[in-house]
């Protein structure tokens, strides 16, 4: 591939940057609308560089674009760095928390931003050298965890240009994605009652946590009348703080996910019924707080044509012995939930998905198939052609949100899934640049699926993100 050997030689002398500052924001993780230092630390670095830096998109402060070049086509790179609550971890092999109830990385965000990152300077780099002419944008996309920052931040405008978008994210494997991913609508269900001693007076009392486990049992009594593609889950946020008191507050917090849309809407307007009945049977009240939400993914499988033959040029990720003898000390703590995923769904060789770290090339094999799992991403994909990475940066058995991922986010293994990410995604921007005909092809492929199916925004108008002051701006 023209250029190959100029990107990929670029981002191997720049490497230590870029892992330095993917470990920097491992060593500090900050959950949802909170990622005041990684937003910063991305943004300087990337004006810096040249590019052109817009704070506070949709609102957001911890949302930000970076720009360079003039001109079409607006290539686009969306990258993330929150964290998750309750996986703090040491840099180890074994189950350790730094801080117990800390924050961790344990969906590789502290990765997946600085690839994106990478590629979006490599990118920037060959096109100074070259002379060609187009647009690159980063994206500093807060809050995916949970929050819909994306969905924001495409409501507030900041997609409508773009020519084609790049994300990647880690996974077991390197893979290019053709599949789709759940809807997913989130809710705050906060019950209020009378409080009443629970022993002397019960009688006066109404338990604002009777009402919620009755909403609960409800919710699991659905399960059984719901497509397969649905998902319910939940947590107690509160529910009382002594047992003799009876509790006139209690609050859950739900995600609701489906494939398709309207289904999604049907299952959410079901589980809010089960909500208000249980509130009757316990004559409490329950006041319902949409948070967020997101569509689900529009896979451009023209641009990941385009990606898995950049890899299949590169090769893939060569793993050392001692990396693989890491992720095999991460393997033996968990089941092989992920072994029998990769060898049913994804149709691996069982000698293959046995790896510790599984570092080939394999084709796109989940054309067709929906990812139990939801991100913001799919709405960034209505918006333009989008194709999303998937890169070994994971120990083959270490369940994803777990303490397993976090512990390869800050070694060799991450580095490697989040350089080779970075390296495959400027080859197939740089590809879109010098044979416009593969970008036509993805843009007629995308125009023809929005033709079909409409993008509508999920979240409703009324319904804006949490404001917070960034500290270090």
Known sequence: MAKKSEIADWLDEHQPRFTRMADAIWDRPELQFLEFEASKLQADFLQREGFRISWDIAGISTAFAAEWGSGAPVLAFAGEYDALPGLSQKDQSAPDAIAAGAPGHGCGHNLLGVGCLAAAVALKAWLRRSGHSGTIRYYGCPAEEGGSGKVFMGRAGAFADLDATFNWHPWYLNS????????????????????????????SGRSALDALELMNIGVNYLREHVTDDVRLHYSILSGGLAPNVVPDYAESYYYVRAHEPQNLADVCQRVMRIAKGAAMMTDTEVEIVYKSGSTRVLSNETLADLQNDVMRELGGIEFSAEEQAYAAEINRHFGDANVKTLIERYGLPAALAEQPLIGAVLPSADKGLVSPASSDMGDMS?????????????????????????????????????????????????????SPDILERAQAEFQAAIKRNPYICPIPEHVRPPRHAHPLR
Do not use: E
Not at 185 to 195: L, V
Not at 417 to 426: E, K, L, Q, R
């Open 176 to 203: 290019a994605m053709k599949g789709s991913m759940l809807g997913v609508n989130r809710y705050y269900f906060r019950f209020k009652g009378k409080t009443a001693h629970a022993a002397a007076d019960p009688h």
């Open 382 to 434: 209505w918006y333009a052609p989008c194709s999303m990475l998937q890169t070994a940066t994971w120990a083959s058995r270490a369940a994803a949100h777990s303490w397993g991922v976090v512990a390869t986010g800050r070694m060799s293994i991450g580095h490697k899934g989040m350089m080779y990410a970075a390296t495959v995604m400027a080859l197939a921007a740089a590809k879109l640049i010098l």
